[in-house]
């Protein structure tokens, strides 16, 4: 199910509206001493291809967003645990500024949700009169908030609230617990009360449970889809987020002080930044043209010439990935954010110039851009990603074909701009085929002769807040389990084959892994050396090395799954994951994030059940 859409002229916040709480914040902030501890949840079983060195050299720009706008509204002490970098924090044993923090906030995205789930676990260990308030958030929550709240009488854990939305939703919930805040209450007290007394449910973007006398969600109440800023120059400046990095240990427990400056470039070299969201195309497997309401934000080419120049000052960070999910969708925008950071760049004293950058694009949008790539390359692009997904269009029209990469691939290496393909395998796709261009190695053959110095092959798999989503489960195509292993969350990356109705599956996953040792080898990597084919030579060796490490990791964790596979007793799915939890908006209308299925519980009324004994009933 796709993410629904709010009223006509409501999706969005008006001009101004963010930039107005920051300062009403900011005001109130004074009179709290809030600490807070934001974590960013990370599986490390999911390291692979193709993410292997970005996964943990690049600081997530959510939680750094979220750490950025405390920060920003005047909660200072706040900081910021990857879990990238700290595998055994355990909230149980955190300390900030010598004590219990007041907030424990924690990001995910689908794939590390056991880990997400371990943490809140662990921070309910805290006896609740210490404990701090628990807030999840981030791409898990979005889609799928119910997961943060247990349902099972026998283990009562759970955050406090999911926020199924951006920092305005944050903020607007920071406000009202502070507005009913008395004194220097716990905060979770008064967040306990602004909740009972309702004072959540105009607050668009939260779910929160009401739970028995033993601590156990009895239902969810959920204020429906967020409103979303237009303007991304609203949003605090992320130069504050880089300041409150935990540095990586092997401790439970947290530093004295966050990450010095000077270390942040070495640690995370990668600077990812928002620059814009959301995309004109409209691909039935992918959630993001819903998530933004079919929007497409950006920010100001002057604000992300600034960030990125404060960036490289304060933390001398030279690598930048734009968060775009793509870059080139409106073809004037671009053009102008690129003609902007290419007159910064050149504002720069000549040893300087060195920042680079690369983001997401599509073939079709490249083609429009033709005569704009010098300009690209001027404003310091290195490297587009380009989602290919099948160069035959036979899974996915967005404009793609055989000829039209080869063409957009040309273009940007006579740019000398790194083509970075992003290719989907899929049930009907043979590994060669003859005389066509269909199979997977002749793609991936044809996309080297293009120029292409990295690749990505993902197996297709649902993805949360799609279209495709129900249906896919509904048919059967999705595995519960192989050869009695069961499939876990964080193999739904597209790297593990969980999702196919192939009588052999596990020839799938070999074909994922044959196309990857058919890019990255030694032979390549040798051959990119001396008879470099193009003037990016450095960066396709380079690129060979990271592909052959990560390649060593992708087998390991990939090639017993392909024996699970091949032994047999495959056993499926036959419906998605919704919430076994009853949800309700306040109203007690249907939840705007209930997938269909999701029980439904009546509103409780002066006179009516207690919430814990509510009737449900099936929604749909
Ligand atoms: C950059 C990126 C990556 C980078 C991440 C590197 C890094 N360390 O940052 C790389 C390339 C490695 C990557 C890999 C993958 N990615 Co990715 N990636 C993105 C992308 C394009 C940008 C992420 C980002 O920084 N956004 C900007 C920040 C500011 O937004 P945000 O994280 O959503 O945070 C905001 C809110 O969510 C909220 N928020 C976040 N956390 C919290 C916490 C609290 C408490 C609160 C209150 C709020 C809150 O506030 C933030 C500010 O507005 C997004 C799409 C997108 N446009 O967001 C996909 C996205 C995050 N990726 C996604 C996926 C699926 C993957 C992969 C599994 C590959 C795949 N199959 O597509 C792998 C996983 C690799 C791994 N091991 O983790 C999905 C996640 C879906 C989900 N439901 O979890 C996304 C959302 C794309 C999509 N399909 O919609 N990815
Ligand atoms: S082009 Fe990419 S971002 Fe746009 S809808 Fe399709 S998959 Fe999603």
């Known amino acids: 199910m796709e993410l629904p859409f709010r009223a006509k002229d409501d999706g969005l916040l008006k001009n101004g509206e963010l930039v107005a709480l920051r300062k009403r914040l900011r005001n109130m902030a004074p009179a709290h001493d809030v600490t807070t501890v934001v974590a960013c949840a990370f599986d490390h079983r999911t390291r692979a291809l193709p993410f292997i060195y970005a996964d943990l050299r690049m600081a997530p720009a959510g939680v750094r967003a979220v750490g950025s706008a405390l920060v920003d509204a005047g909660f200072h002490k706040t900081r910021i645990v990857l879990q990238q970098w700290n595998k055994n924090f355990a909230p149980s044993q955190m300390r900030l500024d010598g004590r219990i923090p007041d907030m424990f906030l924690v990001s995910s995205m689908q794939i590390h949700s056991a880990q997400c789930q371990a943490l809140i676990r662990d921070a309910c260990r805290i006896p609740p009169e210490q404990r701090p308030l628990i807030i999840a958030g981030g791409p898990k929550t979005i889609y799928e908030p119910w997961d943060v709240f247990s349902a099972d009488p026998d283990d009562p854990w759970g955050a406090d609230i999911a926020v199924t939305g951006e920092e305005y939703v944050l903020l607007s919930l920071l406000e009202v617990i502070l507005s009913e805040r008395a004194g220097s209450e716990p905060l979770r007290s008064a967040f306990l009360r602004a909740r009972d007394r309702g004072l959540l449910d105009e607050i668009p973007g939260l779910v929160y449970p009401r739970t028995d006398a033993d601590g156990v969600a009895c239902e969810l109440i959920d204020t429906g889809i967020q409103r979303l800023v237009s303007d991304l120059d609203e949003t605090p400046h992320p130069a504050l987020g880089y300041r409150l990095l935990e540095p990586p240990s092997r401790h439970a427990t947290l530093a004295s002080q966050a990450l010095p400056a000077e270390r942040v470039r070495k640690l995370t070299p990668i600077g990812s930044l928002v620059m814009t969201f959301g995309c004109k195309f409209n691909c039935p497997y992918c959630p993001i043209p819903s998530y933004n309401q079919r929007n497409f934000r950006t920010k100001s080419a002057d604000r992300i010439a600034e960030e990125m120049m404060r960036l490289y000052h304060d933390f001398g960070l030279r690598y930048y990935f734009g968060t775009d999910d793509n870059f080139f969708n409106d073809k004037a925008r671009a053009i102008h954010i690129m003609a902007t950071l290419m007159r910064a760049r050149e504002k720069l004293p000549k040893g ?77 796709q043979p590994l060669v085929t003859r005389g066509t261009h269909y199979g997977l190695l002749n793609q991936v053959r044809l996309l080297r002769k293009a120029g292409a110095p990295s690749l990505q092959v993902l197996m297709i798999t649902p993805a949360t807040g799609s279209r495709l989503y129900e249906q896919t489960y509904n048919s059967g195509l999705v595995y519960a389990s192989a050869d009695g292993r069961p499939v876990e969350t964080y193999m739904i990356d597209g790297n593990y084959v969980v999702a196919s109705h192939h009588e052999k599956p596990w020839r799938k996953q070999l074909s994922i892994l044959a196309a990857y040792l058919y890019f990255y080898n030694p032979l390549r990597f040798l051959k990119a050396l001396v008879r470099p084919k193009t003037r990016l030579y450095l960066a396709d060796s380079g690129l060979q090395v990271i592909g052959m490490w990560g390649l060593l990791k992708t087998l390991r964790r990939t090639l017993p799954w392909a024996w699970r596979l091949a032994r047999g007793r495959i056993t499926r799915r036959d419906t998605y994951p919704a919430s076994s939890i009853p949800m309700r908006a306040p109203d007690g209308t249907p939840a705007a994030h209930a997938l269909p299925g999701t029980p439904v519980s009546e509103p409780v009324t002066a006179q009516g059940p207690d919430s814990s004994q509510a009737e449900t009933t099936a929604r749909h």
Not at 353 to 371: A, N, S, Y
Not at 396 to 416: I, M, P, W, Y
């Open 352 to 428: 300087h110039r060195r920042i680079r950058w690369g983001t997401e694009v599509t073939i079709h949008d490249t083609l429009q851009m033709k005569d704009y790539l010098g300009l690209a390359r001027g404003a310091g692009i290195r490297a587009l990603w380009l989602g290919v997904e099948d160069m035959t269009a036979t899974l996915v029209k967005k404009g793609q074909s055989v000829d039209k990469t080869a063409e957009a691939f040309g273009l940007l290496r006579q740019n000398l701009i790194c083509p970075m393909p992003m290719l989907m395998h899929h049930d009907t």
